[in-house]
């Protein structure tokens, strides 16, 4: 069974432009969420898709969005690149059942802003 | 308001030897689940095991153990006889069903563990 992939692995941009960062769960998970790990820091959640709904958010301002479209595969899109966003961004999938899923992690895409 | 500490910022170890991760947590509901994961240097967190709040028995698998206590807000991770291939930062994390936003995973800061040869 083929685990949770993103694309791309690694993306450079400069300050002020707009990221796009994918994200295709397992096969017959309905959740995505999106995690940012800045350089020695934990993972700090920021977005969670279910059925194509954006349900919950973290702390992150408006330039953070994202969908899911129907196919659940995701979108993270990161306008008005700043430095800080420089980071490791992890997607997850689950089953969509809520609070006890296990979520599973897909290998990341490395942002780097310039 | 949901935390996750994990106080040890990095352990090294020499191989063979046993490990605990310590995890402590804080949290309001009476319904929650604990995680850890296991993130080796290639960036991609692999999960290890989960644990809800009912359930308050110990698990061992293979070299790996987790011991669950709600009396202290702990779920220490053990590593026994540790391998050069448990180098690794581990992570525990608790999801609890939270208030109008829907539930939300927090994350532990991480222990960084180094199992020397």
């Known amino acids: 069974e083929a685990g949770v992939t993103q694309s791309p692995t690694h993306l450079i941009k400069t300050r002020g432009q707009q990221a796009t960062l994918r994200c295709s769960p397992i096969?017959?998970?309905?959740?995505v969420y999106w995690y940012q790990q800045a350089l020695g820091l934990g993972l700090q959640f920021l977005l969670w898709?279910?059925?194509?709904?954006?349900?919950n958010r973290g702390n992150f301002p408006p330039r953070f969005s994202g969908r899911q479209f129907p196919n659940y595969s995701s979108e993270l899109n990161v306008n008005a690149l700043e430095l800080e966003d420089s980071a490791l961004y992890l997607c997850a999938s689950s089953g969509g059942q809520g609070v006890g899923d296990t979520q599973y992690f897909g290998p990341g895409t490395r942002l780097t802003v310039l | 308001a949901q935390k996750v500490t994990q106080a040890q910022t990095e352990i090294s170890v020499v191989e063979k030897e046993d490990v605990t991760l310590d995890c402590v947590y804080e949290?309001?509901?009476?319904?929650?689940?604990l995680f850890w994961y296991k993130q080796p240097p290639s960036g991609e967190l692999v999960f290890l095991i989960r644990?809800?709040?009912?359930?308050?028995q110990n698990e061992i698998s293979g070299r790996y153990s987790w011991n669950f206590q709600k009396s202290t807000s702990s779920f220490n991770f053990t590593i026994t006889a540790s391998q050069v291939v448990d180098s690794a930062v581990y992570f525990c994390?608790?999801?609890?069903?939270?208030?109008?936003?829907?539930?939300?995973?927090?994350f532990g800061a991480g222990t960084r563990l180094f199992v020397k040869a």
């Open positions: 096969s017959g998970h309905t959740s």
């Open positions: 644990r809800n709040s009912f359930d308050e």
């Open positions: 898709y279910d059925e194509g709904e954006e349900r």
């Open positions: 949290t309001r509901d009476t319904t929650y689940y």
């Open positions: 994390a608790l999801s609890e069903a939270g208030g109008t936003g829907g539930f939300k995973t927090i």
